[in-house]
Nanobody, 115 residues
Framework: QVQLVESGGGLVQPGGSLRLSCAAS????????MGWYRQAPGKQRELVAA???????NYADSVKGRFTISRDNAKNTVYLQMNSLKPEDTAVYYC?????????WGQGTQVTVSS
């Protein structure tokens, strides 16, 4: 059974940084590109960043230059380094395959950017 477990969220002041981690079970990392998604209150879930098995990346315009996605295939883990955080980055962050698959959503990790 494939399971994705996100961690690393928390409360941070504007301009601060956080690093999110997503540990995957199963063979998902050997097959799929991976993505980080987020959902703010009252908004639809959106793609933040994605990374292929070979390491090619793409980012939402709102996070370009501030966020960095990476993956460690040996550890079955994908990361999201978030710098220069803004209040509008506040959301629950999820990892999933890219494109996303409904059966792989985990619990997510809350990121709150506030002074």
């Amino acid at each position: 059974q494939v399971q994705l477990v996100e961690s690393g969220g928390g409360l941070v002041q504007p301009g601060g940084s956080l690093r999110l981690s997503c540990a995957a079970s199963g063979s998902i990392f050997n097959v799929y590109s991976m993505g980080w998604y987020r959902q703010a209150p009252g908004k639809q879930r959106e793609l933040v960043a994605a990374i292929t098995r070979g390491g090619n990346t793409n980012y939402a315009d709102s996070v370009k230059g501030r966020f960095t996605i990476s993956r460690d295939n040996a550890k079955n883990t994908v990361y999201l380094q978030m710098n220069s955080l803004k209040p509008e980055d506040t959301a629950v962050y999820y990892c999933n395959t890219y494109p996303r698959r409904a059966e792989y959503w985990g619990q997510g990790t809350q990121v709150t950017v506030s002074s």
